[in-house]
């Protein structure tokens, strides 16, 4: 028996190996192909630095697949009994920008950008003067820059690769800067909410997508999953707190008439239904591999639909004003 039990071991972690290598391998490919002036010789991150991590988290399994749920990477905003992803997750970028008065007008900065596809959007809908966008992954950096080219909208949209809490811009730069469920990965998103103070004009907004705790752990099991969540999303602990604290935390930065309400019933419980479906999860192993789709991404959803219904974590809407 324990010899079975160390043939079956052996054969995962060699599984297990050859997936990262194979992973690994379609990344360098694609950069390679890729590269442009932005991102150099390849990742500005170190393996001491936070963004490193959240890089190579966002990488996995990304090689030319960036059109699956039109290139969309958020929760989605269900309402009015839609099941379809790309207008929950179009309805939650309305949300976004509807609160904080984005129009024809708007000079944006859209941080944690991802692929691109949210900024189309945005420019498709509201027609703002300008999109700087700035994203920490590489991949995404490229495909971003890539889908602005293919709508010849390099005039008005311009892609960066950097950090949130670094951000490569003069003060007073922006009318709006958007964070898209970004925030929970900042090294720290309090820092973000100063960096986005400065880079804003006076009476310009921030608005946020993002998460909050409700209630922290009460016991060993939630602590453990808690946890676990963490260090599986690469969540650092200093960006867990609840909706009061983070309200305060905006105020802190500067933002007054700051808004920060809970929405998660209408984003989580729909995200979990979505990333569930069958033609989800087919499509998602073509791209992702069978490991990160049916055990790393799924023991993700669990711990977060998990969190909900236990009343510890939320989704929420945040916004708030620079002052004139």
């Given amino acids: ?12 972690l060699a599984l297990g190996l050859y997936i990262i290598q194979h992973r690994r391998r379609r990344r360098a490919e694609f950069k390679k192909r ?16 936070h963004e490193y991590y959240v890089e190579r988290f966002y990488e996995t399994g990304l090689t030319e ?3 699956f749920h039109g290139g969309y990477l ?14 929950a997750s179009e309805e939650l970028l309305c949300q976004v920008a509807d609160a904080v008065k984005f129009d024809d007008k708007s000079h944006l900065l859209d941080v944690a950008n991802g692929m691109g596809a949210q900024d189309i ?4 809908k509201y027609n703002p003067a300008t999109i700087d966008m700035i994203d920490l992954t590489l991949s995404h950096h490229l495909i971003c820059k890539k889908r602005v080219e293919e709508n010849k909208l390099q005039d008005r949209l311009t892609a960066h690769y950097g950090s949130a809490v670094d951000l490569p811009f003069d003060e007073n730069s922006f009318t709006h800067v958007f964070s898209v469920e970004g925030g929970v990965h900042y090294p720290t998103r309090e820092k973000f909410f100063h960096q986005a103070y400065r880079v804003l004009k006076p009476g310009g907004y921030v608005s946020l997508a993002d998460y909050a ?7 060993f099991v939630e602590r453990f999953f808690g946890n676990l969540g963490c260090m599986t999303w690469n969540a650092p602990k200093e960006n867990l707190y609840n909706l009061e604290e983070f309200k305060k935390k905006m105020e802190v930065a500067g ?18 239904d979505e990333s569930m479906r069958p033609e989800t999860l087919s499509q998602l192993r073509k791209i992702r591999g ?8 799924r023991v993700l959803d669990e711990l977060i639909l998990y969190s909900y219904k236990k009343k510890i974590l939320t989704y929420v809407l945040a916004y708030g004003r620079k002052p004139e």
Avoid at 3 to 12: E, K
Avoid at 121 to 124: K, N, R
């Fill in 1 to 12: 028996m324990w010899l079975q039990i160390g043939v079956g071991v052996a054969v995962v």
């Fill in 34 to 49: 890729e590269r442009s002036k932005f991102a150099g010789d390849g990742t500005r991150w170190s393996s001491s630095q």
């Fill in 65 to 67: 697949k960036h059109d």
């Fill in 74 to 87: 958020n929760f989605g905003y269900w309402v009015n009994g839609n099941t379809d992803y790309i207008k």
């Fill in 121 to 124: 959007f945005f420019f498709e």
């Fill in 213 to 219: 705790l409700l209630a922290q752990p009460r016991n």
């Fill in 255 to 272: 933002f007054v008439d700051v808004v920060v309400k809970d929405v998660g019933e209408y984003t989580i419980p729909g995200y979990y």
């Fill in 290 to 297: 069978w490991f990160a789709t049916y055990i790393a991404c």
